[in-house]
């Protein structure tokens, strides 16, 4: 932990600097679009984020599974504007149609949500969408906003326990460690759409299932509700994503599906009880 108390401090420094320099030539709101963190020590965040959050939810173990999502994951991540940080991803045993990112490469995936994609390309846009709030380093920001950097460098260093479990507790009650803002979803959905089609699979997908998302608010919304509040699937949105895809150049070998995700989705446990 002594490691951190260094670029911590040099990192206040910067930051001050950063935050007079912006006040000089009168920026507003821009504290939100500074990184105030090394890559190191927002690692370390949601390292200590993960292991607290581990804690309260029921981690899927079948290494069939799990070896898949992870390897979509890599797959996206390896192709994402942030591919020299490491990855951790997880399946959680949830029937909650959601996923979600810690800063520092932290991604969980709930079972729901690979019930509920029909094909590849749909949970590979929902995962790319959360893989992108890594790129845009969202979480860390999102906190710094909202705590203060003083109260987030605490949690770096491990220190704040009841903060760090008063914050866990809102991601295991709302899916999400903060409520990102509407620039901060436009910049995730973005560059989804760019890992995706870097990565080979049809960035159409994220699109589609948004739609799917927002006709079955109308008929089903029991299991809907954490994504629709945490990542609200707008009009806008899909409209906006559309349209980043009319712009890339035609790729032919854009896959949609894969026979090894249909054997996934045929090997997952029947669903349990939904949940409130
Ligand atoms: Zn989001």
């Known amino acids: 932990m002594h490691t951190f108390h260094k670029p911590i401090q040099i990192t206040i420094y910067l930051t001050l600097l950063v935050i007079i320099a912006n006040g000089l030539i009168g920026c507003a709101g821009v504290l939100s679009e500074i990184n105030i963190f090394t890559d190191k020590e927002e690692i370390q965040l949601g390292k200590n984020f993960s292991q607290e959050l581990e804690k309260e939810l029921k981690i899927y173990q079948d290494p069939v599974v799990t070896t898949y999502i992870v390897e979509l994951g890599q797959r996206l991540a390896r192709h994402s504007r942030r591919k020299d940080i490491p990855y951790y991803i997880k399946v959680v045993d949830t029937e909650v149609v959601n996923a979600f990112a810690l800063p520092g490469g932290y991604l969980y995936v709930n079972l729901g949500l690979i019930r509920?994609?029909?094909?590849?390309?749909?949970?590979?846009?929902?995962?790319?969408?959360?893989?992108?709030h890594v790129v845009g380093k969202h979480g860390a920001k999102q906190l710094t906003k909202q705590l203060g950097f003083a109260a987030v460098a605490q949690l770096v260093l491990g220190k704040e326990q009841s903060q760090m479990e008063q914050l866990v507790a809102g991601i295991v009650a709302t899916g999400t460690l903060m409520k990102y803002s509407r620039d901060a979803e436009r910049e995730a959905d973005g560059y989804a759409v760019e890992e995706m089609y870097a990565a080979g699979i049809d960035p159409e997908g994220m699109a589609a299932f948004f739609e799917k998302l927002l006709k079955l608010q109308k008929t089903q919304p029991s299991q809907l509700g954490q994504m629709f509040s945490t990542h609200p699937p707008t009009g806008e949105r899909i409209a906006n994503v559309r349209a980043q895809i009319a712009k890339l150049p035609r790729k032919s070998n854009l896959r949609k599906d894969s026979p090894r995700f249909q054997q996934i989705k045929k090997r997952l446990p029947p669903p349990k009880k939904p949940q409130k």
Do not use: F, K, Q, W
């Not at 994609?117 to 959360?130: K, P, R, T």
């Open 116 to 132: 509920a994609s029909e094909n590849e390309s749909e949970l590979a846009g929902v995962m790319g969408h959360e893989i992108g």
